[in-house]
């Protein structure tokens, strides 16, 4: 986790530091390291069973927001961000099926929740074929945990974009349809107050992947997006 509470502050890991978790208020010491992000880790096990290893692609997403929002905690569980409207987890590992319905279960008390997966590791193995106005996918190798999320799901691909999934069927093949994402749209929608600061960087980001040649030529303009929001939040949010 990046945020511990250190004499009454919440603050960053620093070199040698010592702070208290804010969750089960057990002591959590600074790893700070060269390779892996400044973090802060139990002196034990962790306090939260869905606790996920954290990358930089953990850290860039929670950048995006406030301090406030990130690993807030609710219950005995830190949710990675918590917007004003729903909890946005992020999941770079599998998972099992049963976490998904557990976690998706525990937050539909919390304003409904939003998957934010990380795509790099997959995105080999997807496969999107331009419809009119969307985006059918197939799915090797799939993984067959998120045929039981119920929440929305969307995916981060590299060279893509926000991939946002609206239909995935539960068989092999795997496959189904859906639509990108516009990641400031994305932003702001999670109610992020100066979206046009902190999705620059991240357009800046595509926009060097798609010059380097690896973003598929098959990629349509956005549709409406208004009415995509509100299919959205219809299934993630305010239940
Ligand atoms: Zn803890």
């Known amino acids: 986790m990046f945020w511990a509470n250190k004499d009454g502050q919440r603050v960053g890991a620093q070199p040698g530091n010592r702070g208290e978790c804010p969750c089960c208020h057990g002591t959590v010491l ?57 909890i946005l987890e992020l999941q770079a590992s599998s998972i099992s099926s049963d976490e998904i319905v557990e976690r998706e279960q525990f937050y539909a008390d919390h304003g409904g929740m939003l998957w934010l997966l990380k795509g790099a590791d997959f995105a080999e193995n997807f496969e ?74 991240y357009d800046l980001a595509l926009a060097a992947a798609k010059e380097s040649g690896t973003l598929s030529p098959r990629i349509v303009v956005p549709r409406d997006r208004d009415k995509e929001w509100q299919e959205l939040l219809a299934m993630g949010g305010g239940q």
Do not use: M
């Open 30 to 86: 600074a790893k700070c390291g060269e390779i892996v992000s400044w973090h802060w880790a139990h002196e034990t096990n962790d306090c939260d069973p869905w606790y996920e290893a954290e990358s930089a692609w953990h850290r860039r997403w929670k950048g995006f927001f406030p301090d406030d929002w990130q690993e807030a905690v609710i219950g005995r569980h830190r949710a990675d961000i918590r917007t004003p409207k729903f």
């Open 128 to 201: 999107l074929r331009i419809r009119d106005g969307y985006f059918s996918f197939r799915w090797r190798w799939p993984r067959q945990s998120w045929w039981f999320a119920k929440k929305p799901i969307v995916i981060d691909f590299p060279a893509f974009g926000l991939f946002y999934i609206e239909k995935i069927y539960q068989h092999l093949p795997c496959g189904g349809w859906g639509n990108e994402l516009n990641a400031t749209e994305f932003l702001n929608e999670c109610g992020l107050p100066t979206p046009e600061n902190s999705a620059k960087v």
